[in-house]
T-cell receptor
Framework: DGGITQSPKYLFRKEGQNVTLSCEQNLNHDAMYWYRQDPGQGLRLIYYSQIVNDFQKGDIAEGYSVSREKKESFPLTVTSAQKNPTAFYLC?????????????FGQGTRLTVV | AQTVTQSQPEMSVQEAETVTLSCTYDTSESDYYLFWYKQPPSRQMILVIRQEAYKQQNATENRFSVNFQKAAKSFSLKISDSQLGDAAMYFCAYLWGGSEKLVFGKGTKLTVNP
């Protein structure tokens, strides 16, 4: 089945550690996104990528990094520079074609700093 | 910059009644897509309905319909015959093909009362 897979579902990080969240899609979508969700904040865009080897900062990129070496994969690294990383992280992908477009989401990763 | 505004943080409706969720957006583009997503307690984002900006006809999906007012940059979601399973967070989103940046509003929490 086509879809987006995020892993792990739950992730615990110690203060000062970097952690990487995985996002893989087999929908052949060009664009991929990372969002952070906090209570009352909605979905805030961290990074997005339209094509392989290219990505753009979203509204809250500080303390995060991404790579897009393959069309299918868009991992997010939460670095130690991110001061408040505890949140729910959602990955999405989309395809744009005039006359048709779609955007799908993974099931999310809950990151907790311990 | 494109922005999406949902002015109702919370809404409630009686089972079997109709409710309308509001969304406005700001863009200078003419060719874009608008979406409504539902996020139940499982936190899996589910696409409810999408609207192509170049289409004048309002999109409908069973009990869900939109009122798309392009000149007013308004995109409201109407849920008819509300069911208990409709209780969720609802997010309005905008996607422009030029940047493929998918932007969300802060969401509206819908409660359905039996």
């Amino acid at each position: 089945d086509g879809g987006i897979t995020q892993s792990p579902k739950y992730l615990f990080r110690k203060e000062g550690q970097n952690v990487t969240l995985s996002c893989e899609q087999n929908l052949n979508h060009d664009a991929m996104y990372w969002y952070r969700q906090d209570p009352g904040q909605g979905l805030r865009l961290i990074y997005y990528s339209q094509i392989v080897n290219d990505f753009q900062k979203g509204d809250i990129a500080e303390g995060y990094s991404v790579s897009r070496e393959k069309k299918e994969s868009f991992p997010l690294t939460v670095t130690s520079a991110q001061k408040n990383p505890t949140a729910f992280y959602l990955c999405a992908s989309s395809m744009w074609d005039r006359g048709y477009t779609e955007a799908f989401f993974g099931q999310g990763t809950r990151l907790t700093v311990v | 910059a494109q922005t999406v505004t949902q002015s109702q943080p919370e809404m409630s409706v009686q089972e079997a009644e109709t409710v309308t969720l509001s969304c406005t957006y700001d863009t200078s583009e003419s060719d874009y897509y608008l979406f409504w997503y539902k996020q139940p307690p499982s936190r899996q984002m589910i696409l409810v309905i999408r609207q192509e900006a170049y289409k004048q006809q309002n999109a409908t999906e069973n009990r869900f319909s939109v009122n798309f007012q392009k000149a007013a940059k308004s995109f409201s979601l109407k849920i008819s015959d509300s069911q208990l399973g409709d209780a969720a967070m609802y997010f309005c989103a905008y996607l422009w093909g030029g940047s493929e940046k998918l932007v969300f509003g802060k969401g509206t929490k819908l409660t359905v009362n039996p």
